[in-house]
C-alpha cells in the first residue's frame, strides 16, 4: 500500500519561502514519478512541479519556474518543494501525488494520471 504524507506547509509573508516535505513508503520508490500538485478554495487542482525519482529531469508550471524546486533524498524516501519568492496566488492547499513512471514522461498535468495522493498540508501567504 503506497503511503504519501505531506508536511511543512505553514503560513508565511509574501516574499518568504516554504520547504515542504513528502514521505513516501509502500513501494519501490525508485520506478515511480513524483509530484506536487495544488488546490485554491474554488479552483481545480493543478500541477505544480514533477519529476522521476530515478533520474535528473524535473519539470515545472510555468507559474513557478524560478521560484520553485522538485528534490528528492539521497534515500529517495522523501520529495521535497523548496518555495521562494511565495505571491499570495500561491496560497493553497498542496498534495504530494505518486504513480509508476510506465514508459512516459513524469509531466503529468492531470489529476487522474495519479494513482497515489497525500492528505495535503496548507500553504497561506499573506500579502
Known amino acids: 500500500q503506497v503511503q504519501l504524507v505531506e508536511s511543512g506547509g505553514g503560513s508565511v509573508q509574501a516574499g518568504g519561502s516554504l520547504r515542504l516535505s513528502c514521505a513516501a513508503s509502500g513501494y519501490t520508490y525508485s520506478y515511480y514519478c513524483m509530484g506536487w500538485f495544488r488546490q485554491a478554495p474554488g479552483k481545480e487542482r493543478e500541477a505544480v512541479a514533477t519529476?522521476?525519482?530515478?533520474?535528473?529531469?524535473?519539470y515545472a508550471a510555468d507559474s513557478v519556474k524560478g521560484r520553485f524546486t522538485i528534490s528528492q533524498d539521497n534515500a529517495k524516501t522523501t520529495l521535497y518543494l523548496q518555495m521562494n519568492s511565495l505571491k499570495s496566488e500561491d496560497t493553497a492547499m498542496y498534495y504530494c501525488?505518486?504513480?509508476?513512471?510506465?514508459?512516459?514522461?513524469?509531466?503529468?498535468?492531470?489529476?487522474?494520471?495519479?494513482?497515489?495522493w497525500g492528505q495535503g498540508t496548507q500553504v497561506t501567504v499573506s500579502s
Open positions: 519529476m522521476y525519482t530515478r533520474g535528473s529531469m524535473t
Open positions: 501525488a505518486a504513480d509508476r513512471r510506465g514508459g512516459g514522461t513524469c509531466w503529468r498535468p492531470t489529476p487522474p494520471d495519479w494513482g497515489y
